[in-house]
């Protein structure tokens, strides 16, 4: 069956940090992969996509990597700000990309940004 | 602009009755999807609407989970006999996805459902 690893443990990053957190996949062959922020009491915000011949998506501090071979997606914060700690979540499509898509989610990463 | 609504935002219902609970997607989104989000736990995909048709039912756990979609717009879904392992938050996206392209989905802020 498809599955999504994300650290489920937190990660605390000082202010002022990079902060990189991973989405490891088995099993699947999605034709796009997505990341989403969640705060408590929330639902996901779209933050980026990257499609599978791309290797590498910017979006102001943001950046998302995509190794197919590898099966692996690094997601990354330059400059972090307590603002950003929130869960972010690695979430690809159910039927890699071919069918109705809904989308099959990490357990998210709890990030924590320390002043 | 308005975003994706959902009501209500809070359920509290006694184990063995129905519920119904609502969405309004963007205005103009032809897709919507419905999620479980548990304690602990990530997003579960329950089904999906291109319109009004409902072309993945593969996520619903159980046949007491139903799922209508009228207009294009307005879609409500429906637990009946809930149990208490139906507690969870409720989920609702739209997206302005079309067959063959792949967008973002933008998220409700959910419905919190506690069976007792």
């Known amino acids: 069956s498809q599955k999504i690893e994300q650290n489920s443990e937190a990660l605390n990053i000082q202010e002022g940090k990079t902060a990189t957190l991973t989405c490891n996949y088995t099993?699947?062959?999605?034709?796009?992969l997505q990341w989403y922020r969640q705060d408590p009491g929330r639902g996901p915000v779209f933050l980026l996509l990257i499609r599978e011949n791309e290797k590498e998506k910017r979006k102001e501090r943001l950046k998302v990597t995509f190794d197919t071979t590898l099966k692996q997606s690094l997601f990354h914060i330059t400059a972090s700000q307590p603002a950003d700690s929130a869960t972010y979540l690695c979430a690809l499509p159910d039927n890699s990309g071919g069918g109705a898509d809904g989308l099959t989610f990490g357990k998210g990463t709890h990030l924590i940004i320390q002043p | 602009g308005a975003g994706v609504s959902q009501s209500p935002s809070n359920k509290v219902t006694e184990k063995g009755k129905d519920v119904e609970l609502r969405c309004d997607p963007i205005s103009g989104h032809t897709a919507l999807y419905w999620y479980r989000q548990s304690l602990g736990q990530g997003l579960e995909f329950l089904i999906y609407?291109?319109?009004?048709?409902?072309?993945?039912k593969s996520g619903l756990p159980s046949d007491r989970f139903s799922a209508e979609r009228t207009g294009g717009s307005v879609s409500t879904l429906t637990i009946q006999r809930t149990q208490q392992e139906d507690s969870a938050v409720y989920l609702c996206?739209?997206?302005?996805?079309?067959?063959?392209?792949?967008?973002?989905?933008?998220f409700g802020p959910g419905t919190r459902l506690t069976v007792t």
């Open positions: 099993n699947y062959s999605p034709a796009y």
């Open positions: 996206a739209s997206s302005t996805r079309t067959s063959g392209a792949h967008y973002e989905q933008y």
């Open positions: 609407f291109q319109g009004n048709s409902a072309p993945d």
